[in-house]
């Protein structure tokens, strides 16, 4: 897991979390399992975004981010170095 830092670099987010996960049913689970804590924590439920595949989903909770992976989706894209953020180890990309 990465979470990224993004005060003042972009008007979209303070900050970015991206992590991976082993299958889309696994990133699924995680996903829902966010939401749910978010919605726990008095938040209004975040709109999600690529549940029904699972390769890539994202979490829209205002001022965090939350990308959730396959891992080598999580490697094609790799947004750390879009960030310009160091990449993951490889063991931390699971």
Known sequence: MAVL???GKTTLTDFMVIASGTSARHIAAMAENLRERIK??????PPIEGLT???WVLIDAGDVIVHLFRPEVRRFYNLEKMWAFPAPDSQLAL
């Open 5 to 7: 830092d993004l005060a």
């Open 53 to 55: 595949q699972g390769d």
């Open 40 to 45: 726990g924590d008095g938040f209004v439920s």
